[in-house]
């Protein structure tokens, strides 16, 4: 089982317990982003992602292999996915933000993968038609968040299957049950669609490479739970004559109810993009915080902003400017600012924003299917 000891595990298909990413590093293989390959980065996008400058993408594999491919011409692509299990959270939102800005500073294509098998396959509750009613919906939170249409595919892999189909069988054949096991903590039990899985997330890595007839670089941006799937793809890609795709890691935006990945299956733990005001007033209001008992023993000591999703909020997502971030955080630590203010900021934030995501939502059902791939479809 990866990343498992008593306090934590982390699988594409579950995120228990408080997450220690120095230890993932180790136990994944990863390599930490350092500062050179941060400013390596900033300098050739032109500027910085808030995400990258504080630390959230903090490790990767292969992005130095990446940047010197680019800076001799060769160019990438981007690649990442949602597994379609209901609505999109803001938690899902932070990979496809760093990829967004990918896109606009590098000018990369992607590809964007809907997962409606591997849902239909692990969540015993789903059927095929639910999951590819919610891929379409996940697809108008993708198309808000402004990707270029001219670069920007987006497709679902019971309708892609065709074209992915002979990819993953050149993976299938070179990964044995006994990897797959192993990586992915499947058991004797597991359906044989789960075993078979991996090789269907792998083949978007290779597909401008396919269509292309030569190698082309891969940039796959995704929050650390995921990594397992591209460690196998990684492995086998010189085998079969690929590059080794690369891949930027996302620390994951917590909990609203404290400690953990925020979850789809709990509702109180999450935002997600169709949520109301008023659903946003009471999730908000209801989470776990670093905050002290009483009033008094906050004044006294302070709260703990490290700790609480609240700040963890503002830190990933609802506060541009680092100098108004690091305010925020002392008048935390000294007593000064209260949780009340600080949900209360944090309220009419989330929903200024869902205000007009929900907009650019609707108007997605426009033009979705321009960004639709189908059958043998290519750019
Ligand atoms: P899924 O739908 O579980 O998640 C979609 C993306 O969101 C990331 N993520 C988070 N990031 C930050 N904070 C969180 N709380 C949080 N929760 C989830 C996930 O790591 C993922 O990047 N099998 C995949 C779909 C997929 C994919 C891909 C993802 C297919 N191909 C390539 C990344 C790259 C899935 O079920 O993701």
């Known amino acids: 089982m990866t990343g498992n000891r008593e306090e934590f595990t982390v699988t594409p298909w579950e995120v228990r317990g408080e997450v220690n990413y120095e230890r993932l590093v180790v136990e994944f293989g990863l390599t930490p982003l350092n500062k050179d390959l941060y400013e390596r980065l900033t300098r050739l996008a032109g500027d910085t992602h808030k995400l990258l400058r504080r630390g959230v993408f903090f490790a990767h594999r292969d992005l130095d292999w990446l940047l010197d491919k680019y800076e001799r011409g060769e160019m990438f692509y981007l690649y ?55 891929a379409l919906d996940n697809a108008l939170d993708v198309i808000a968040l402004g990707f270029d249409p001219d670069k920007t595919k987006i497709f679902l892999d019971t309708d892609y299957i065709g074209f992915l189909y002979k990819i993953a069988l050149q993976f299938a054949k070179k990964i044995t049950f006994s990897t797959v096991r192993a990586t992915f903590g499947l058991t004797e039990s597991s359906n044989i669609g789960q075993i078979f899985f991996t090789s269907i997330q792998a083949a978007p890595a290779f597909i401008e490479s396919i269509i292309t007839g030569k190698n082309v670089p891969c940039l796959i941006p995704l929050a650390v739970d995921q990594d397992p799937h591209f460690r196998l793809a990684r492995d086998v890609a010189p085998k079969l004559g690929f590059y080794k795709p690369a891949i930027l890691h996302s620390k994951f935006l917590p909990s609203l109810s404290g400690g953990g990945k925020m979850s789809s299956s709990e509702a109180m733990s999450a935002i997600f993009t169709t949520d109301s005001p008023e659903e946003v007033r009471k999730k908000i209001w209801n989470a776990f915080t670093g905050g002290r008992p009483t009033i008094a023993e906050q004044r006294e000591k302070g709260g703990n902003p490290d700790i609480c999703p609240v700040f963890h909020y503002y830190a990933f997502i609802f506060e541009e400017d680092d100098r108004a971030l690091g305010e925020r955080r002392k008048r935390c630590l000294s007593g000064d600012l209260l949780c009340g203010e600080c949900k209360e900021d944090l309220i009419k934030r989330v929903t200024n924003f869902l205000e007009e995501h929900q907009r650019k939502r609707e108007r997605a059902r426009d033009i979705v299917d321009k960004f639709l791939l189908r059958g043998e479809q290519t750019f």
Not at 106 to 126: I, N, R, V, W
């Open 80 to 134: 990442t996915g949602r597994g379609p299990s209901g609505h999109t959270h803001l938690g899902h939102m932070v990979p496809w933000f760093l990829t967004k800005w990918l896109q606009d500073r590098f000018g990369a294509k992607l590809y964007f993968q809907m997962t409606d098998d591997e849902k239909f396959l692990f969540k015993p509750e789903l059927t095929l038609e639910k999951t590819r009613k919610y």
